[in-house]
């Protein structure tokens, strides 16, 4: 192999290493901006179920179970 073929090679890995770095960033960093999402989309719908649509002492969870039409014995 030529001096310039094993410099280019060495060129081309650490080029994927990088992308490869960049990639996991992105990944992660998306991971964990949807999980802040959906947890503090699940706080907005409990309060709310709990505020607009519990009865007197049911908690959010029957309420929900009461509002999506399911029973305990369906789960």
């Known amino acids: 192999m030529s001096k310039f073929t094993k410099a280019n090679e060495k060129i081309a890995e650490k080029v994927v290493e990088g992308y490869k770095k960049i990639e996991n960033g992105v990944v992660e960093g998306y991971k964990k901006i949807e999980t802040g999402v ?3 989309f699940e706080k907005v719908t409990d309060k709310c179920v709990e505020k607009l649509f519990t009865k007197e002492g049911e908690s ?4 929900k179970k009461r509002l999506s039409g399911t029973k305990e014995s369906d789960q």
Not at 60 to 63: G, L, N, Y
């Open 38 to 40: 959906v947890e503090g």
């Open 60 to 63: 959010v969870e029957d309420a």
